[in-house]
């Protein structure tokens, strides 16, 4: 049975002050609370990673990192490696969110490079893939997210379905307030979960959690869990707010799963 995950992308916002108090707010009903098959993720900004991982450590949250640097060390000023982050015992990190692709011109090449230094180093990459409105309009969504895994899974080895999760995001729906509907998730996440089975094997394909994200939300995500291949939600605005990423934990435990 696979987990359903929720988590929180905090992309660049909350300072010292912020995190500790929504952590606060989460960490003593998350302490007592069974979470059954529910994982739920923090992303928080480099520099709240470890106070973050102290301040949740009686609960099941683990916190990941939002990126990391293509490059394993050297003079590279300002980024931070797979290696740092991996000494700080997380777990996970995003990578290839449509912002840094947009923003910082990350090429599916680049996100393969990151990808690859983060597996090297224990951490299991939530690989984001998503097309724009143009794209979605054109007919090209299919190309889009294949191209993408093609381009950022090219000859990657995946030992296992915990070794990396997929995060089908629709560049249309971040921050905008317009979801796609449970079924347009879902069409997606079948094209993802039939090329791994295509390219890796049934189980892999069976097993591997597939979140989707674009202005998911309490008032929405019952439904978007209910289709049969999302597995949990990549979720930006709604994890700022601890009632409501503790609503959209409750509502992923009343979920199918
Ligand atoms: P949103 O962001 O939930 O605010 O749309 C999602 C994301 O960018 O991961």
Sequence with gaps: MRKIVIAGNWKMYKDLEDVRAFCKAIASSLKTKDLGSVLPILAPAYP???LMQRELADTLVKVAAQDVSAHAEGAFTGE???AMLSSLGLEYSIIGHSERRAHHNE???IVREKLLLLMDNGIKPILCVGETLAQRDAGETQKVILD???GCLRNVTI???EDIMIAYEPVWAIGT???????QAQEVHRIIRTWLKNTYNDVLADELPILYGGSVKPENIAGLLAMPDLDGGLI??????ADQYLEMIDIALKSRK
């Design 48 to 50: 709240f990673l470890a």
């Design 80 to 82: 931070v490696s797979a």
């Design 107 to 109: 090429s599916n090449e």
């Design 148 to 150: 993408q895994l093609e």
């Design 159 to 161: 030992y296992g379905a």
């Design 177 to 183: 307030g317009r979801t796609a509907t449970g079924e």
């Design 236 to 241: 930006g605005g709604a994890s700022l707010k």
